[in-house]
């Protein structure tokens, strides 16, 4: 019998499941696919924001103003990059710049820091290769990027070296009241039990919670299309450029990564079926729509699309709090944009508020919040590097060329929490086959040491869970 019950392995779950190891309780993450942050968390734009988009009083403004104050200590404590690189929202127009002097009133009025009005002329000088056509631009400096899937791994990885516990391939599919909680059941019979359950499900939000009992929670689907550029044109942008938000939203953003990449996107198109498929439509608009916003952008070199699916509630804002409909029921739906910048501080509300008097929890004196980079080698001095290889020769075998990761980074991924399973989930935590070449030469030995650490046959290696295996058979 568990104290609570996290449903959902995305960042929101992540951050609550690790907060909840702050105290002295049993707690799990349920998880329907084959690895932890398989769905927005992993496919998003990976941007802190600043908190001047959102309207006042709404559980966006509150969440993100919050959580963008917690972000620098919780990336760091966790071990991953975070860059406080700031935002710049553009003007195209004498009416966008009047928008933009909405969006610093009610950002001032949500609580952000140095908000800052600027003209064509300083605009130009923070960013040279914006468009010759800009008005002017708004300023956040407390804007940031950090990696979306580097941070959600991380949370659930610190919580598990804390006691929590991780079921992956947990479909549910049934949960019952009983005396104590809540029973819930897996698609292949699997059973847990628990006597609070968090609904952290994201585009699955909807239907688990309809599971429990309560049916008034709608989630609907938002498709977002990305080109990444290679590292070599990192420094194109140093702000994370953003059009003057419509009715719409924010639009296509220019941004870089946390690892020092070039992102361009999102596309914003409503699907039903979750699907994160590319297309050419939706890639060419963001091709357009980056070029309207910088002169002179390298597409020659982007070395990878991808595309995700933002869940958002009916009410256009967080769903946070215990259903009204199911007792012992929490819910954390509708996590669109700001959600993943929000992340901790929803995790501070929900565990402090919401559980901690229900549970009444008492405080774990043992919990260690810190944890180790997953991908670390080539940063340290050389002299560090020589000393690990003493110690490991695996950290002396280069694995992944494009972005110099070891063998022996890749070996603490498969055994470290939670742990790589999959082709897929080393390159989520080690960046291997995230270069230039997409894993064209490393994934091969990537496999390889999956097979070894795991001691399955090569064959049952798989990219990204069951029904994706690599190899079908031995041909010598």
Known sequence: MFDVIVIGGGVIGGAILRELTKYKC???????ENDVCM????????????????????????????????????????????????SLVVAFSDGELGTLMKLKERGERNGVKGLELVSREKLKELEPNLSDRVSGGLLAPTGGI??????????????????????????????????????????????????????????????????FGDDSVKIGGRKGEYLLIDRENGDFVSHTL????????KGVLISPTADGNLLLGPTAEEVRDGSTATSAQGLDAVTSKAAEMCKGIPFRNVITSFA??????????FVIGE?????????????????????????????????????????????????????????????RQNELIRKDPAYGKIVCRCEQITEGEIVRAIRANPPARDVDAVKRRTRAGMGRCQGGFCQPHVAELIARELNIPLTAVTKCGPGSELLTGVSK
């Open 26 to 32: 049993d707690v799990c993450l349920l998880e329907k």
């Open 39 to 86: 769905g927005q968390s992993k496919a998003n734009s990976g941007i802190v924001h600043a908190g001047f988009d959102a309207a006042e009083g709404t559980l966006k403004a509150r969440f993100n103003v919050r959580g963008n104050e917690l972000m620098p200590a919780y990336a760091e404590e966790l071990g991953v990059k975070y860059r406080k690189n700031g």
């Open 146 to 211: 950090v990696c979306p899937y580097s941070l959600t791994i991380a949370e659930i990885g610190n919580a598990m070296d804390n006691g929590a516990q991780l079921f992956c391939n947990f479909e549910v599919v049934a949960a019952e009241k009983s005396e104590e909680g809540f029973v819930v059941k897996a698609k292949d019979g699997r059973e847990v039990k628990g006597r609070v359950a968090v609904n952290c499900a994201g585009l699955g939000a909807g239907k688990i919670s309809a599971l």
């Open 242 to 249: 953003f059009f003057t938000p419509t009715e719409k939203g």
């Open 308 to 317: 995700g699916v933002r869940a958002y509630s009916e009410t256009h804002d």
């Open 323 to 383: 259903s009204a409909k199911t007792e012992n029921l929490i819910q954390c739906a509708g996590i669109e944009s700001p959600g993943l910048t929000s992340a901790p501080a929803i995790a501070e509300y929900v565990v402090g508020n919401l559980l901690v008097g229900k549970l009444r929890l008492e405080t774990n004196l043992r919990f260690d919040g810190r944890r180790s980079p997953d991908h670390f080698f080539k940063d340290l001095p050389a002299e």
